[in-house]
T-cell receptor, first 114, second 114 residues
């Protein structure tokens, strides 16, 4: 099946700094990628839809100025957590959608803000 | 708003027992249905999907699911589980009316005792 990678897999940063997470579709082109957040022992919550060449669409309650999304190419989307705070600590997962609307998920990035 | 519910949060069973996990979704017009599995420490993997046609869908690793349109359900089954089936299982629904975004159920943690 299709492969999606994320980098880094784990990051620790200080409060107030920004962190960038990359999501790549390795063997297919994805015009649409998604960013999810997963809290411990909970399900995935969609944060935003990333569209190549256009602005991301954010879900209700997600601060677009805090979670900056850039879909620079058909194989790369980035999520930047700006001015991170401890409450932003979480597991962030991206997915890439194929033309047949199946989504393939990355391995996730664990963010810890100290 | 569209929603997906999974009836069981935790399931514990012995090897060779049969497994059935419930999934119901709110009415939302045309849907595509998925079951994902997340093994400990790993990323989400697609188990099976339903788009159209035969409502009984067979997936990987001996899993199958049945779409019952009248009940808005898409239950997952496996006749005989193995210890390696210990994982968290997520039902997800793509509601076309919501822009082809996946909505996840809360997940079911399955523990198979050897």
């Amino acid at each position: 099946g299709a492969v999606v990678s994320q980098h880094p897999s784990w990051v620790i940063c200080k409060s107030g700094t920004s962190v960038k997470i990359e999501c790549r579709s390795l063997d297919f082109q994805a015009t649409t990628m998604f960013w999810y957040r997963q809290f411990p022992k909970q399900s995935l919550m969609l944060m935003a839809t990333s569209n190549e060449g256009s602005k991301a669409t954010y879900e209700q309650g997600v601060e677009k100025d805090k979670f900056l999304i850039n879909h620079a190419s058909l194989t790369l989307s980035t999520l930047t957590v700006t001015s991170a705070h401890p409450e932003d600590s979480s597991f962030y997962i991206c997915s890439a959608r194929t033309p047949s609307i199946e989504q393939y998920f990355g391995p996730g990035t664990r963010l810890t803000v100290t | 708003a569209q929603s997906v519910s999974q009836h069981n949060h935790h399931v514990i069973l012995s090897e060779a027992a049969s497994l059935e996990l419930g999934c119901n979704y709110s009415y939302g017009g045309t849907v595509n249905l998925f079951w994902y599995v997340q093994y400990p420490g790993q990323h989400l993997q697609l188990l099976l999907k339903y788009f159209s046609g035969d409502p009984l869908v067979k997936g990987i690793k001996g899993f199958e699911a049945e779409f019952i349109k009248s009940k808005f359900s898409f239950n997952l089954r496996k006749p005989s589980v193995q210890w390696s089936d210990t994982a968290e299982y997520f039902c997800a629904v793509n509601f076309k009316a919501a822009g082809n975004k996946l909505t996840f159920g809360g997940g079911t943690r399955v523990l198979v005792k050897p």
